[in-house]
């Protein structure tokens, strides 16, 4: 089963509105990653979260870790079209594999 | 290679046959990971390998996935008698796999297996 369940399933905005998107899990975990996938790709990694931490940020994305609720958050601020693809979030719960949520479809309109 | 490379991008077969599939990940990268993604779903976790470890098997749906890593580089995934519920992207993946908790993993395009 999966440990990860991306909220929502899709999310459509225009080109300069932020976009959240959300992940819940079920087990303890050591990181939360969260990959972007093209249409006809393969994954790309975007941002690690250890389970010490609570905010991270890289450029245009802020991802939060609240443990006590099993959960994260992907914010991607001012979109872009080129941001339209699909986001997974991945958890590491130990076994040294990832596990993958279905992921939320983001399609960010021009 | 710059990245993880995989062949074929494209593999169309009939009900019954063998299929391979490959996957030459990053060099120097010690875990090998494949997953298979159906059509707009998530990654489902196949199987694993970490140095000249014993691989996971764990998430091999059955007997007729097999999967072996030659000299801890390429790994070819095998499904013997292939059934039409086998179609789906196959994605490979490595990462330095040299910590405690699992990093960050470089993927392949994939490899689009398609059972007639």
């Known amino acids: 089963s999966q440990q990860g369940e991306e909220d929502p399933q899709a999310l459509s905005i225009q080109e300069g509105e932020n976009a959240t998107m959300n992940c819940s899990y079920k087990t303890s975990i050591n990181n939360l990653q969260w990959y972007r996938q093209n249409s006809g790709r393969g994954l790309v990694h975007l941002i690690l979260?250890?389970?010490?931490?609570r905010e991270k940020h890289s450029g245009r994305l802020r991802v939060t870790l609240d443990t006590s609720k099993k959960s994260s958050s992907l914010l991607i601020t001012a979109s872009r079209a080129a941001d339209t693809a699909s986001y997974f979030c991945a958890t590491d719960a130990g076994g040294n594999k990832l596990v993958f949520g279905a992921g939320t479809i983001l399609r960010v309109k021009s | 290679g710059a990245g993880v490379s995989q062949s074929p991008s494209n593999k169309v077969t009939e009900k019954g046959k063998d299929v391979e599939l490959r996957c030459d990940p990053i060099s120097g990268h010690t875990a090998l990971y494949w997953y298979r993604q159906s059509l707009g779903q998530g990654l489902e976790f196949l199987i694993y390998f970490q140095g000249n470890s014993a691989p996971d098997k764990s998430g091999l749906p059955s007997d007729r996935f097999s999967a072996e890593r030659t000299g801890g580089s390429v790994s070819t995934l095998t499904i013997q008698r292939t059934q039409q519920e086998d179609s789906a992207v196959y994605l490979c993946?490595?990462?330095?796999?040299?910590?405690?908790?699992?990093?960050?993993?470089?993927f392949g395009e994939g490899s689009r297996l398609t059972v007639l």
């Open positions: 993946a490595s990462s330095l796999g040299q910590r405690v908790n699992t990093g960050e993993l470089f």
């Open positions: 979260i250890r389970s010490n931490e």
